[in-house]
């Protein structure tokens, strides 16, 4: 079933790429498939989203500085980082790429980069993009400082995570093993009677 948000953002994204396409129509020549591919994605809302864009923020900035150092362009180098990756934040980098590709102007594409916000990381990820363009400037570091920055800060949530998990892991292994201990100790002593 199909929930209001994701019917209101289907049609946003029909008539906001149909206006879009309507603008470069007389300009340029567009691929049929990539503006296909702009209106199939749909951008995540919700909760649950919020949290799956905080956990794919290290993978997509990491990705992206890689593919800046390897001397892509900012919407190569993201469109490279999230090319694979099913994540609400690359849905919405891969939507942001297209527009650009279509002749969206650059502010309008990070735009969409944005939108699935909730995470300031991804903010920061679009101001060293946004700078690139208008500075000239190379965006590597800030995307660098940021991925270094998330790759930690995950590193210490799992660590955090792994330490409430623990206890509960111990808990269940003495809930199995003493039973079964016991059950051993019982039959050796059953077998070791006479009679």
């Known amino acids: 079933m199909i929930s209001v948000g994701q019917l209101g953002a289907g049609v946003a994204g029909l008539f906001g790429s149909a206006a879009l396409m309507a603008a470069v129509g007389g300009h340029a020549r567009v691929d049929r498939t990539r503006h296909r591919r702009l209106l ?18 290290p ?3 990491a990705d992206l500085a890689t593919g ?3 001397g892509l362009g900012p919407f190569d180098a993201l469109d490279y980082a999230c090319r694979h990756r099913s994540d609400p934040l690359s ?3 891969r939507r942001a790429c297209a527009m650009a590709e279509v002749g969206a102007p650059v502010r309008v594409a990070l735009d969409v980069f944005t939108q699935v916000g909730g995470d300031p990381r991804v903010s920061s990820l679009r101001m060293a993009l946004e700078s690139e363009f208008r500075s000239g400037g190379s965006a590597l570091e800030p995307v660098t400082a940021v991925a270094r920055a998330a790759s930690a800060e995950q590193t210490v949530r799992r660590t955090e995570r792994a330490a409430k998990v623990a206890p509960l892991i111990q808990l269940v292994v003495a809930l199995v093993l003493v039973p079964s201990a016991l059950l051993l100790a019982g039959a050796v002593a059953v077998a070791g009677l006479p009679g």
Request: zero cysteines.
């Open 91 to 93: 849905l919405a980098a």
């Open 59 to 61: 993978e997509v900035a």
């Open 68 to 70: 800046l150092a390897a």
């Open 40 to 57: 199939q994605v749909k951008l995540p809302s919700g909760w649950g989203e919020t949290r799956r864009v905080s956990e794919a923020v």
